[in-house]
């Protein structure tokens, strides 16, 4: 019920291109559903984050969609960069005072030139 | 302003030393997260501290691991009589007291046990 799954555990796009990432997760108390982007030695960066009364959120390139009635929710990257080449994590917050992020495994996107 | 640092940034140890790894969250931010990323993982939760107290250790894997926060600011996460499997990188977040839910996080400690 604590799980967040998140595929594809990588991902090649070209430049130009749609990268795709998909989360599924079970526990309905989850209340905020946030997208890390993760670069080699740097810690996890916010990228964008929703709530479950929205269905949609976009920030520039980026948008979340949100399934509530399928407990599923992905990250949209339009027109990817190279520079957008990191890795990605879904999240949920797990809901109580504790505010304690349940992460999915991360996605490892390479966006080539 | 700074962000949340941590140190060191990288830590080799032998199996069955003690270790300590240090967090100075973002000044102000009174809640403090302690996560785990094992290599090809995501990230995995051990604590949570709002001021100096820790109502939610439930994420620690045994009790060779502690931590502690004094000044509501400055925490440190010790490892005692380290183990191979504890070789991850240990990952520091703060958030602010408001409405927000966004936790910041610091670039981590790479922690090695040989």
């Known amino acids: 019920q604590q799980q967040v799954k998140q595929s594809p555990q990588s991902l090649i796009v070209q430049k130009g291109g749609i990268s795709i990432i998909n989360c599924a997760y079970e526990?309905?108390?989850?209340?905020?559903f946030p997208w890390y982007q993760q670069f080699p030695g740097k810690g996890p960066a916010l990228l964008i984050a929703?709530?479950?009364?929205?269905s949609e959120k976009k920030e520039g390139r980026f948008t979340i969609s949100f399934n509530k009635s399928a407990k599923q929710f992905s990250l949209h990257i339009m027109d990817s960069q190279p520079g957008d080449s990191a890795t990605y994590f879904c999240?949920?917050?797990?809901?109580?005072?504790?505010?304690?992020?349940?992460f999915g495994t991360g996605t490892l996107l390479a966006v080539q030139p | 302003g700074a962000g949340v640092s941590q140190s060191p940034s990288n830590k080799v140890t032998e199996k069955g030393k003690d270790v300590e790894l240090r967090c100075d969250p973002i000044?102000?931010?009174?809640?403090l997260y302690w996560y785990r990323q094992s290599l090809g993982q995501g990230l995995e939760f051990l604590i949570y501290?709002?001021?100096?107290?820790?109502?939610?250790k439930s994420g620690l894997p045994s009790d060779r691991f502690s931590a502690e926060r004094t000044g509501g600011s400055v925490s440190t996460l010790t490892i005692q009589r380290t183990q191979q499997e504890d070789s991850a990188v240990y990952l520091c977040?703060?958030?602010?007291?408001?409405?927000?839910?966004?936790?910041?996080f610091g670039p981590g400690t790479r922690l090695t046990v040989t």
């Open positions: 977040a703060s958030k602010s007291s408001g409405s927000s839910y966004e936790q910041y």
């Open positions: 929703i709530r479950p009364d929205v």
């Open positions: 501290f709002q001021g100096n107290s820790a109502p939610d």
């Open positions: 999240a949920a917050r797990g809901g109580g005072a504790t505010n304690k992020l349940i």
């Open positions: 526990n309905t108390a989850f209340d905020y």
């Open positions: 000044s102000g931010h009174t809640a």
